[in-house]
């Protein structure tokens, strides 16, 4: 069974297109086949996985207005087993354009149905950094939700609101909907107030929180420049190595999943 995965946090600069783009890498470098679903209307992910602004005549807003033809969405990217359907800035606006229109929270779960989905083992969803009616899409529509929650102090802020948010959507939008996990990112060994950070998630969060911990890594900075993920650009740093890590626990979650839907 396909399992659909939404990164979401409405803290911006936690590094969750970057999980995105890398964790779509490292499931891909595994041999399973993957599509990310580049859903903010910044489009970082697109970029970051090389795909040029003339490629994407369709997007992520075509299964949002659900045209004729947004199947074609589907761009194949220089990641064996990983595709991408890309961002572009007319997302900005689908919030106005969809006011009006019932049950405009369904609209990419009904797309998607419509979509053959059945050849990828793990579709991602890289949502925008707010709780928007993007994001209400992108939750109505997954499975489960993957958080990255940066090793500080006002990310914990945050992730109270979005656990409300969540706990929202099941109740009235997808019953189903589960929290993945917590990843940790951008954590720094030399600042002790990472460990406090990451010592109260764990001790309030227990499993739901991935032994994986993303570091701070110069290379993964440098790697959306070159429009490739880090574990192109180089997979022998610690962030590339951190994310292939990811991926296996991720992997193993999955496999329960399957075992749970079969």
Known sequence: MTKIIALANQKGGVGKTTTAINLATALAACDKQVLLIDFDPQANASTGLGINHDQRVKTS????????????????TSIANLDIIPASLDLSGAEIELV???????????????MNLAKYHTVLIDC????SLLTLNALTTAHSVL?????????LEGLSQL??????????????????GIVLTMYDKRNNLCDMVADDVRTYFKDKVYQTIIPRNVRISEAPSH??????????????????????ELLAQNNNFNKLSA
């Open 100 to 114: 009006d229109i019932d049950r405009r929270e369904y609209r990419l779960s009904n797309s998607l149905k419509h």
């Open 163 to 180: 656990l409300k948010t969540i706990d929202m959507v099941k109740k009235s939008l997808n019953p189903t909907l589960d929290l993945q």
């Open 128 to 131: 925008p950094p707010s709780l």
């Open 61 to 76: 807003y075509d299964l949002l207005v659900q045209s004729e033809d947004y199947l074609k969405s589907i761009l194949p």
């Open 227 to 248: 429009g490739q993920p880090v574990l192109v650009y180089d997979h022998r740093c610690q962030g590339s190595q951190a994310y292939i890590n990811l991926a296996a």
């Open 147 to 155: 958080v990255p929650l940066q090793c500080e102090f006002y990310a």
